[in-house]
C-alpha cells in the first residue's frame, strides 16, 4: 500500500509540473504577443509623428507661398514663419527637400530686396529691369505652389508605411 500512495503523489507532482509548464508558455506567448504589439504600436505612433511634423513644414511653406503671392510680396512676418516652420527641414527630409525649401527662401528675400530697391526710383531703365526681375522671381514662386505636392509627396504617402 505505501508504495501506491507513493506513486499517486509522484503521478500528482509530475502532472502538476507539466500543468504549471503549461501555464508558464501560455502565459510567455502572451507577454511575447502583447510585446509585438506595443512594438507594433510605436512604430506606427513614430510614423504618425514623422508625418504630422513633415505636414506641417508643407502646410507652413503652402502658407507663405500663398500669402506672398496673394500680397504680392513675402512680409517679414511670413518670412519669420517660415523660418520657425521650416527650422527642422533638414532632419525630416532629404538634401533635396531642404535646399528647395531654401531655394523658396532665398528667392523670396530677394523678391524683397529687388522691391525695395526699385520702389523710391524714378521711371527708368534701372527701375524697369528691378521689375521685371520681381516678376520673374514672382513665376517662379507661383510655380513652385504648383510643384508644391510633387516635391513632398513621396514624404507624404501613407502608402508608403503599410
Not at 504549471?20 to 504600436?41: D, M, P, R
Not at 533635396?96 to 523670396?108: C, G, H, L, Q, W
Not at 521689375?131 to 522671381?137: A, G, L, R, S, V
Request: charged share 25%.
Amino acid at each position: 500500500m505505501v508504495v501506491n500512495i507513493l506513486s499517486y503523489s509522484t503521478v500528482y507532482e509530475k502532472m502538476s509540473l507539466i500543468y504549471l509548464s503549461g501555464i508558464t508558455a501560455f502565459l510567455a506567448a502572451i507577454v511575447a504577443w502583447t510585446g509585438y504589439q506595443q512594438h507594433k504600436l510605436s512604430k506606427d505612433k513614430f510614423k504618425l509623428d514623422l508625418f504630422e511634423k513633415r505636414f506641417a513644414v508643407y502646410k507652413g511653406i503652402r502658407r507663405f507661398l500663398s500669402h506672398t503671392l496673394q500680397n504680392g510680396l513675402p512680409s517679414k512676418d511670413t518670412l519669420m514663419e517660415l523660418a520657425i516652420t521650416t527650422q527642422d527641414a533638414a532632419f525630416l527630409f532629404g538634401p533635396k527637400v531642404s535646399n528647395y525649401i531654401e531655394s523658396i527662401r532665398t528667392r523670396a528675400l530677394m523678391m524683397k530686396t529687388v522691391h525695395e530697391k526699385y520702389k523710391d526710383l524714378s521711371p527708368c531703365d534701372e527701375k524697369s529691369r528691378l521689375i521685371d526681375k520681381e516678376q520673374k522671381i514672382f513665376e517662379d514662386l507661383s510655380n513652385d505652389l504648383l510643384t508644391l505636392n510633387h516635391v513632398f509627396m513621396p514624404y507624404l504617402k501613407f502608402s508608403k508605411w503599410k
